[in-house]
């Protein structure tokens, strides 16, 4: 979904209640148009967020969180990751983190829904919702 206008960021920032500003368009628009989830020190090595100080960042990352825009995935770094959120026409997704160099890849097919919703059915439990952490090698560590 990448949003190349910036008419379009400043209306989903509105959207989500969120004050408009020239900073909050940059972070929200890498989310946007980034194929992997993002912390801190990814925006640090962009050019355009070089000069930025981090805690300014780093407001900005919370208020999209705290807006729902974006949302935390696990991550076996000690730094913490972010993504888009997915909106409620969009089915969630999980994540495989390589367990050499760290490095995380979304995973956008989900088909285990009804297998799991049918173990915790037999539990005696209705399933809400899962989370699921996957680990292994990246093609890059497995050579």
Avoid at 24 to 41: A, D, G, T
Avoid at 42 to 50: A, G, I, R
Avoid at 94 to 118: F, M, N, P, R, Y
């Amino acid at each position: 979904m990448a949003i190349k206008n910036s008419e379009e960021i400043k209306a989903i920032l509105k959207e989500y209640g969120l004050r408009i500003t020239k900073a909050r368009e940059q972070v929200l628009s890498e989310y946007i148009n980034s194929k992997k989830p993002l912390s801190i020190f990814d925006f640090k090595k962009k050019k355009v967020f070089s000069t930025w100080d981090e805690s300014s960042i780093y407001r900005n990352i919370t208020k999209l969180e705290e807006a729902g825009l974006i949302q935390s995935v696990p991550s076996s770094k000690d730094m913490k990751l972010y993504e888009l959120a997915p909106k409620k026409d969009h089915h969630h997704h999980h994540h495989i983190i390589c367990t050499q160099c760290e490095a995380v890849q979304c995973l956008h097919d989900c088909s285990i829904d009804g297998q799991l919703s049918k173990m915790a059915k037999k539990a005696g439990f209705t399933m809400q919702g899962h989370t699921l952490e996957l680990t292994g090698l990246c093609a890059k560590c497995s050579k």
